[in-house]
C-alpha cells in the first residue's frame, strides 16, 4: 500500500507526536508499504512539505487569497465573528487547499494524527481513499493549560470543542491509546462510542535496547553515591516541572545526595529562564541539570534510578514506556491514561497531579525502599517488553487499515472525474482570478462539493448567533 500520514503540525521535533509517527512509518515500511508523512515545516511557517522528501508547498499566495477573501466576506456579513475563531478556520482552508496539491488521489489510505488533519483531509481527499486518525491527545484542554482559551464558557472552547468532535467522527475510524482518551471524548465531546477504537503505542523494542546498552555522556556522571532522577519531558507548561521543583525542594530537606536530569528541549525560551529562576531561588543548582534535548535518553535511562513524570495531562507518554522498556522504575502523576500504563506499588509510584508534597514523599519512600524499587523496575521491564512492542502496534493498525479499505467503493475506471468550479470555490462573491499561480492545479484536484467556509462552520456559527 502507499500511506501518506498527515499532521497539522510541525515535524521533525522532539515531541511524542513525532516519535509514534517514526515508529508506525518505520513498522510499515518493514512490511514492505511505501509512507509519506505530511506536516509544517519547523522552520518555515508557511510551509507544508513532505518529511521524508518531495513535494515542498508554500502556502503563502493559497493564504494570502483565502484570508484576504474570507475576511472581506466576513466583515461584511458576520462582523462579530471571534478573529481568534476566523483565524483558526481560515488557518485549516490554507492547510487543506495546499495539501490537495499532492494529488491525494495516488494514496491507498490516508492517516492523520491530530484533529485538524483528520478534518482537512476529509474535506479535500477522493472518495475512494479510506481515511483512519490516531489522536494523541485533546487539543482543546491543551490550549486551556496554555492559556490560549479562557475557560470552557468562553466562545473559543466552544469552537475548539466542535472542532475536537467533527476531527473525531471525520475518519472512517479513530484510534486513541487510553481509555481515560476514549472516555473524554465520549462524554465531554459527545462522541459516539462506536466511532473510537482503543490502540496503545508501540516501540521498536530491540532497537531502544541496543541504545540502551549505550554508555551515557561521561560528563554528566553525578558523584559515587548519588541518586539519579530523570524528568524526560519537554519544558511545556502541561509538563509539570513547576511541580516537579516544589517537590525537590521539600524533598532537599531530609534527602540531599540527589540529581534531578531534566531531559527536554524547549520552544519558549522564557519557559525554561523560569525554571532556571526557580531552581536559583530554592537552591537546587545543585540537584537539578537541564540537559535539553538527547539522542541518548534510553542510555540515561537505564543510568537513573527512577523515572519522573509530573504532567498535569497526558495521554501515552513514550517517556513511561521507554523507562519499563529500560528497566526504571516510575514516579509519575495520575493525570490522564497515565494510571492504565502504572500499577501503583508494581510498577511504579503515583501521585495526585500538582500535588507537590506527595510527589516529594513518593520520591522519598523509594529512594528510602531499594527493595520496592528493584522489584517495581522488573515488573516494569517484564510489563514493557510483552506490551509496548512495535509489531504489536502494527498488526492492530492493519486490522483497522484492512476495514477501512474494505468500506470505500473503488474508483470506476471510466468516471468523469468531478472537480470544483472556480465560481463555487468560495460561497460568496469574489473576483478573484483563478487561471494563475497554483489555482489551476487546486481547482482539478478538489472534490465536488468542496467550499470555503466549511459548511459545517457556518451551521455552527448560525447555531451560536442564534443563541445568542
Not at 115 to 139: C, D, F, N, W
Not at 235 to 264: N, R, Y
Not at 322 to 339: C, M, N, Q
Not at 410 to 433: G, H
Request: hydrophobic share 40%; aromatic share 10%; proline share 6%.
Amino acid at each position: 500500500m502507499r500511506i501518506l500520514l498527515t499532521t497539522y503540525f510541525s515535524l521533525p521535533t522532539f515531541t511524542g507526536l513525532n516519535t509514534y509517527i517514526n515508529v508506525l512509518k518505520a513498522e510499515l515500511e518493514e512490511h514492505g508499504h511505501q509512507v509519506d508523512v505530511l506536516a509544517h515545516h519547523p522552520s518555515m511557517e508557511q510551509t507544508v512539505y513532505l518529511v521524508n522528501g518531495g513535494a515542498t508547498i508554500d502556502k503563502t499566495e493559497i493564504r494570502n487569497v483565502v484570508y484576504g477573501e474570507t475576511e472581506r466576506y466576513f466583515k461584511q456579513h458576520w462582523p462579530n465573528v471571534d478573529p481568534w475563531v476566523l483565524n483558526a478556520e481560515m488557518g485549516r482552508y490554507t492547510f487543506e487547499l495546499a495539501a490537495s496539491l499532492l494529488r491525494l488521489h495516488q494514496y491507498d489510505l490516508i492517516h492523520a494524527q491530530d484533529v485538524i488533519s483528520a478534518r482537512a483531509m476529509r474535506r479535500v481527499k477522493p472518495e475512494q481513499v479510506p481515511l483512519v486518525a490516531t489522536i494523541h491527545g485533546i487539543y482543546t484542554k491543551e490550549l486551556l493549560y496554555y492559556g490560549w482559551i479562557t475557560d470552557q464558557e468562553s466562545l473559543q472552547w466552544k469552537y475548539m470543542a466542535e472542532q475536537e468532535r467533527l476531527g473525531v467522527v471525520s475518519p472512517y475510524c479513530t484510534l486513541v491509546p487510553t481509555k481515560w482518551m476514549k472516555n473524554e471524548f465520549r462524554n465531554v465531546f459527545r462522541i459516539p462510542e462506536r466511532r473510537l477504537k482503543i490502540s496503545p503505542y508501540g516501540i521498536n523494542v530491540e532497537q531502544f535496547l541496543r541504545r540502551m546498552k549505550a554508555e551515557p555522556d561521561s560528563s554528566i556522571e553525578p558523584p559515587p553515591g548519588t541518586f539519579v532522577m530523570a524528568c524526560v519531558a519537554r519544558i511545556d507548561p502541561i509538563k509539570g516541572h513547576k511541580t516537579l521543583m516544589e517537590a525537590l525542594s521539600l524533598l532537599k530537606e531530609k534527602q540531599d545526595h540527589f540529581v534531578c536530569w531534566l531531559i527536554g528541549g524547549c520552544y519558549q525560551k522564557e519557559l525554561q529562564a523560569e525554571l532556571e529562576k526557580e531552581r536559583l531561588t530554592r537552591k537546587l543548582e545543585n540537584h537539578v541539570i537541564f540537559l535539553g534535548d538527547r539522542a541518548d535518553v534510553p542510555a540515561l535511562l537505564h543510568r537513573a534510578d527512577i523515572m519522573i513524570l509530573p504532567s498535569l495531562q497526558e495521554n501515552h507518554p513514550f517517556a513511561i514506556m521507554e523507562a519499563h522498556l529500560a528497566g526504571t522504575a516510575v514516579v509519575a502523576s495520575d493525570a490522564g491514561g497515565i494510571p492504565e500504563m502504572i500499577r501503583h506499588e508494581e510498577n511504579g509510584l503515583l501521585f495526585e497531579k500538582q500535588n507537590a508534597a506527595q510527589l516529594a514523599d513518593k520520591l522519598l519512600t523509594i529512594m528510602n525502599r531499594p527493595k520496592l524499587r528493584r522489584r517495581m523496575e522488573a515488573a516494569a521491564r517484564a510489563r514493557g517488553i510483552k506490551r509496548w512492542s512495535s509489531d504489536s502496534l502494527y498488526r492492530r493498525i492493519m486490522q483497522v487499515y484492512d476495514q477501512a479499505r474494505a468500506s470505500v467503493q473503488p474508483a470506476q475506471p471510466n468516471a468523469v472525474k468531478a472537480s470544483v468550479w472556480p465560481a463555487s470555490l468560495f460561497l460568496f462573491e469574489t473576483d478573484r482570478s483563478w487561471d494563475t499561480g497554483p489555482w489551476p492545479a487546486i481547482l482539478r484536484h478538489l472534490p465536488a462539493g468542496y467550499s470555503i467556509p466549511d459548511i459545517q462552520f457556518m451551521k455552527w456559527l448560525a447555531a451560536k448567533e442564534g443563541n445568542d
